[in-house]
């Protein structure tokens, strides 16, 4: 019989497939309601441009501040922290450095790849440029919106962690489920670009904890209920 999948990662496909049938959903049924109400009523839009950008400078600095052979910083120290934690000091959580490395690399050249492709226009040519479609194909320049490279970039870095650490899942998923929203608000996309942009993360997140190197934790550790002593007559046995 086929060996079923660890709890955890079971509970991520499921995310990944809600996000995925949603996606259409809302492209063809909230993507422009939803935008038209957000345009109307701005009033968040300050809290959001501030995260956002507070949330840009930190990643900035942490990624951006030094390359190695023009490589970031930030993703050559996430493969040599893998590397010390699982080959110098044998911890067992430290594939948890090359999976949001590999998640997040992916998901953002992934999210950019498509918006080639897909070229469709974000909610500001739909707003505000007398726009009256918002689907594919028909973006008049290259500033495309589908899918979101901010939550695909976000959710690329956190996400892998939070599956990892479920304990600490919905506050390491607080920030880029707030940029997401932020995103929307602050008009730069539709819905179904972050639920796109999301389904990427999660897809690579599922992909990649498979590989044997990785070997994250157990997401779920399921507790064993205590045998019973054997009794004498059992222990003579």
């Known amino acids: 019989m086929k060996p079923t999948p660890p709890p955890g990662r079971q509970q991520l ?3 990944v497939l809600v996000c995925a049938l949603l996606c259409p959903v809302a492209l063809w049924e909230l993507d422009k309601p939803l935008a038209l109400w957000l345009h109307q009523h701005p009033q968040t839009q300050p809290f959001f441009a501030a995260l956002t950008t507070g949330a840009d400078t930190l990643r ?3 990624f951006f501040s030094f390359s190695v052979a023009g490589i ?21 959580g430290a594939g948890v450095f090359l999976l949001v490395f ?21 909610p500001d040519a739909f707003l505000t ?5 918002a689907g594919f194909w ?15 970039i976000y959710f690329g870095l956190l996400l892998p962690v939070a599956w990892q650490f479920p304990r600490y899942r919905w506050w390491l998923l607080a920030l880029p489920a707030l940029l997401a929203v932020g ?8 819905l179904s ?6 389904v990427l993360a999660g897809l690579f997140t599922w992909l990649f904890s498979r590989l044997p190197f990785i070997t994250p934790r157990r997401p779920f550790r399921l507790r064993i209920p205590h045998l019973p002593a054997p009794s004498p007559k059992e222990r003579e046995d």
């Open 183 to 190: 995103r929307l608000v602050l008009e730069m996309h539709f």
């Open 13 to 15: 496909l499921y995310f």
């Open 60 to 62: 900035e600095a942490l």
């Open 102 to 122: 590999l998640v997040a690399l992916n998901s953002e050249v992934a999210a950019n790849l498509l918006k080639l492709y897909f070229q469709r226009p974000r």
């Open 193 to 198: 670009d972050v639920l796109a942009s999301v």
């Open 72 to 92: 970031p910083g930030g993703f050559v120290m996430l493969v040599a922290t893998f590397l010390l934690g699982r080959f110098v000091l044998k911890a067992p």
């Open 138 to 152: 028909q973006a008049p320049t290259r500033d495309y919106g589908f899918p979101s490279s901010h939550a695909a």
């Open 129 to 133: 440029h007398g726009m009256t479609g």
